[in-house]
């Protein structure tokens, strides 16, 4: 497994826990649909919730928040559209990002709920 890939699948794996401990029920990690990946699939309340999930190592180059552009956006949504339709659900949804920055180590944790359209 290559460094990147492992940093990744951390990242992943902290979000999670991070969106249990709040009360998120975790649906589906890693939903892949032709140019789209969705890293995490969680629930909460009347809402599914297709979250990104950004880390780095460090801020010098901007928040990891930053870095879902508008094309990343968009094929998050195109994603979850295919998603909604192979599931027949026709409730709330919602795109968050959860932000992982690393201070020291230690990693700082944001949840950005509602982050994009």
């Given amino acids: 497994m290559s460094d990147k890939i492992r940093k ?13 401990r709040q009360g998120y029920e975790i649906v589906q990690r890693n939903y892949r649909y032709r140019r789209s990946e969705i890293d995490l699939i969680v629930r909460k309340d009347n809402w599914l919730v297709f979250v990104e999930v950004k880390m780095r190592s460090s801020d010098a180059f901007g928040y990891p928040e930053e870095f879902v552009d508008y094309k990343k956006a968009k094929n998050i949504v195109y994603g979850a559209e295919q998603y909604t339709y192979e599931n027949n659900y026709n409730g709330n949804v919602r ?23």
Avoid at 9 to 15: G, H, I, L, S
Avoid at 96 to 108: E, H, K, L, T, Y
């Fill in 8 to 20: 990744g699948k951390e990242a992943e794996d902290m979000a999670a826990d991070f969106l249990s």
């Fill in 95 to 117: 795109y968050d990002v959860v932000a992982i920055s690393m201070r020291d180590g230690v990693p700082d944790l944001k949840h950005f709920e509602d982050a994009f359209y």
